[in-house]
């Protein structure tokens, strides 16, 4: 444990906020079927292409 721990609550603040945010992803990935590939190469200033598939929802 450091000396000073007054930055530690605020460390476990933004690290929950972190989680959440790739428990949204994952949640997201599996939803819509997206890859890893697929979201690394996405470029929102990127004009979208027509031959681009819409996004399905998964079937439960």
């Not at 444990?1 to 790739?22: H, K, V, W």
């Not at 992803?25 to 079927?33: S, T």
């Not at 890859?35 to 819409?54: F, G, M, R």
Request: proline share 5%; charged share 25%.
């Amino acid at each position: 444990m450091p000396e000073d721990t007054t930055a530690l609550p605020n460390l476990f603040t933004m690290s929950q906020g972190c989680i959440r945010l790739l428990m949204l992803k994952q949640h997201l990935k599996e939803l819509y079927r997206f890859t890893d590939s697929k979201i690394h190469c996405y470029s929102p200033t990127e004009q979208a292409k027509v031959w681009d598939n819409l996004f399905t929802k998964k079937q439960r």
